[in-house]
């Protein structure tokens, strides 16, 4: 690894020390002994599983000279933490959905459906980044952040059209929650394969990147069927 990239596996080190004590201090050690614990279940299991993924992607499906280097494949499994790490920060401040607050001081089951769905929509996002052969690190970054930036956008144009977070947060709409997951699921896996592919260019990185156009009539299904839902919900109010 030449400077730059230690400077940012040791920055991405401290991050991610951050993410794990913030992650699971409140899973081991503040979690009620009375309360289900089905959600201190699955929010444990979700950084083990972003490792699975992480780690057959970069053995497999990564750069040349990154497949057969523990160094390189530990470096960006850490680069990979870091980034679920702020994913999960811009979820909290674009979307008003905490994994602390909502999914566990909550106990809010909608929460954590919506933290789920946005976890592997990240996670895919960085995998899918990996895919490809590149020269450096920033490559990865780069291709990433139009994945994130797509992830962001379509998030606030369904909040807008079908007020979801709110649902999610305050009404605590299991239903939507689980719907929610979904659609982040298989939006994740689209745009995380428009993040993939050999590095050209910048230019032609954003270009290849709208082979994920499929996430459009996706999100525009997801908004109809949010609407009808919401829609009956009223009626069963004002019934």
């Not at 719907?179 to 994740?188: A, C, D, W």
């Not at 994920?212 to 009808?228: D, H, K, M, Q, S």
Request: glycine content about 8%.
């Amino acid at each position: 690894m030449d400077v730059m990239e230690i400077i940012v596996f040791a920055f991405s080190c401290f991050v991610v020390f951050h993410f794990i004590k913030q992650w699971y201090q409140p899973l081991l050690f503040m979690w009620p002994p009375k309360r289900n614990s089905l959600s201190q279940i699955i929010l444990g299991l979700l950084p083990l599983i972003f490792l699975a993924v992480i780690y057959f992607t970069l053995k497999n499906l990564a750069s040349f000279d990154v497949k057969n280097d523990i160094l390189f494949i530990l470096f960006y499994i850490i680069l990979g933490y870091a980034w679920i790490y702020g994913g999960l920060l811009l979820m909290a401040l674009f979307f008003d959905i905490h994994w602390i607050d909502d999914a566990i001081n909550m106990n809010n089951k909608a929460a954590l459906a919506a933290v789920t769905g946005n976890f592997f929509a990240i996670a895919f996002i960085y995998a899918g980044s990996n895919i490809g052969d590149g020269p450096g690190w920033w490559c990865v970054i780069f291709a990433g952040l139009l994945g994130i930036a797509a992830w962001i956008i379509l998030g606030l144009i369904i909040n807008y059209c079908t007020n979801i977070f709110e649902r999610i947060t305050i009404e605590r709409d299991i239903g939507c929650g689980i719907r929610y997951l979904i659609y982040m699921f298989l939006s994740g896996i689209i745009l995380g394969r428009a993040c993939s592919g050999d590095w050209t260019s910048f230019s032609m990185t954003v270009i290849e990147f709208t082979i994920g156009w499929p996430v459009l009539p996706l999100t525009a299904v997801y908004i109809l069927i949010e609407l009808v839902f919401n829609k009956l919900a009223k009626n069963e109010v004002s019934a």
